[in-house]
């Protein structure tokens, strides 16, 4: 067994930019960072067989790699036909309206501030482009606005920042609420038990060929990390930045902005029921 293959979600090996599935090509974001890893996965889905493609994340508001989006489609024989946003934060979002210039596509969005077009997402929908299914999950959480991208062809979900290639996302609060966080990773899991989904498509970081295996070991994180902060505040670490230097002490300190958004998250939990 290779060290990735025991990694939580067996995250696969090679590079991250290419083909993941039959139907999904990455093209990798010139933006690494600590919190976006590798930089944002940008991602074409089409069928084999269509002319006709649908780009999941634009990423961020960077000419060569939204060029180098539409080049890549093209090289495949494919027109770029409609733009799709798992969420608003800029890494993510910030080049839509440039690359829908670009396109001349609509762009579909749970937050209507972030939409071209008339047409938005809602849980329940379903996206035909070019043969193409795409179904809409509501996967709120690590933001408001989060929605995931099941692609049943592929027995794959397109996850945003809600699950990751690597390590762990935030619950960025406070539009972020650890509640919807965890029911939004059970309705994952429910994809993977009734749908069969076994892949998952991150927002960044490497595709997750064990698709319940990462949900399984995200759902135990947020418990152990519950029950830490928990333990925190009975220790008398009443401030979330007390909380953090407490809980990830181990964590680079770099992070620990980040970390604090997930922090004030679980408290606001903890304190919703009843536990401090």
Same mark, same amino acid.
């Given at each position: 067994?290779?060290? +990735?293959?025991?990694?939580?979600?067996?995250? @696969?090996?090679?590079?991250? +930019?290419?083909?993941?599935?039959? @139907?999904?090509?990455?093209?990798?974001?010139?933006?690494?960072?600590?919190?976006?890893?590798?930089? #944002?996965? #940008?991602?074409? =889905?089409?069928?084999?067989?269509?002319?006709?493609?649908?780009?999941?994340?634009?990423?961020?508001?960077?000419? $060569?790699?939204?060029?180098? =989006?539409?080049?890549?489609?093209?090289?495949?024989?494919?027109?770029?036909?409609?733009?799709?946003?798992?969420?608003?934060?800029?890494?993510?979002?910030?080049?839509?309206?440039?690359?829908?210039?670009?396109?001349?596509?609509?762009?579909?969005?749970?937050?209507?501030?972030?939409?071209?077009?008339?047409?938005?997402?809602?849980?329940?929908?379903?996206?035909?482009?070019? $043969?193409?299914?795409? @179904?809409?999950?509501?996967?709120?959480?690590?933001?408001?606005?989060?929605?995931?991208?099941?692609?049943?062809?592929?027995?794959?979900?397109?996850?945003?920042?809600?699950?990751?290639?690597?390590?762990?996302? =935030?619950?960025?609060?406070?539009?972020?609420?650890?509640?919807?966080?965890?029911? %939004?990773?059970?309705?994952?899991? %429910?994809?993977?038990?009734?749908? $069969?989904?076994? #892949?998952?498509?991150?927002?960044?970081?490497? =595709?997750?060929?064990?698709?319940?295996?990462?949900?399984?070991? *995200?759902?135990?994180?947020?418990?152990?990390?519950?029950?830490?902060?928990?333990?925190?505040?009975?220790? $008398?670490?009443?401030?979330?930045?007390?909380?953090?230097?407490?809980? *990830?002490?181990?964590?680079?300190?770099?992070?620990?902005?980040?970390?604090?958004?997930?922090?004030?998250?679980?408290?606001?939990?903890?304190?919703?029921?009843?536990?401090?």
């Amino acid at each position: 067994m290779t060290y +990735a293959a025991a990694l939580p979600g067996q995250p @696969r090996g090679g590079p991250i +930019a290419g083909p993941a599935t039959d @139907r999904a090509v990455c093209v990798l974001a010139p933006n690494p960072s600590a919190m976006t890893l590798d930089g #944002t996965n #940008t991602w074409i =889905v089409a069928e084999p067989d269509s002319e006709l493609a649908v780009v999941i994340d634009p990423g961020p508001l960077d000419e $060569g790699h939204l060029r180098a =989006v539409v080049e890549t489609a093209e090289r495949a024989g494919k027109r770029v036909a409609l733009t799709l946003l798992t969420h608003g934060h800029p890494d993510h979002a910030e080049g839509a309206a440039r690359f829908a210039e670009l396109t001349r596509t609509r762009v579909r969005a749970l937050d209507p501030a972030l939409r071209l077009g008339d047409e938005g997402l809602a849980a329940g929908d379903v996206v035909t482009t070019g $043969g193409l299914e795409l @179904r809409v999950v509501p996967t709120p959480g690590h933001t408001a606005d989060s929605l995931s991208f099941h692609l049943p062809a592929d027995a794959a979900v397109l996850t945003g920042d809600t699950v990751l290639g690597r390590g762990t996302t =935030v619950v960025a609060h406070p539009d972020g609420r650890l509640g919807d966080y965890l029911d %939004s990773l059970r309705r994952l899991q %429910s994809l993977t038990v009734d749908d $069969g989904v076994d #892949t998952v498509l991150p927002g960044h970081g490497p =595709v997750l060929n064990d698709a319940r295996g990462a949900i399984e070991f *995200y759902l135990a994180h947020r418990a152990h990390r519950l029950a830490q902060v928990e333990t925190a505040v009975e220790s $008398g670490h009443r401030e979330a930045s007390e909380v953090v230097a407490h809980v *990830y002490a181990d964590v680079d300190r770099s992070l620990w902005p980040a970390a604090e958004l997930s922090v004030r998250a679980q408290l606001e939990y903890l304190r919703e029921h009843g536990l401090i």
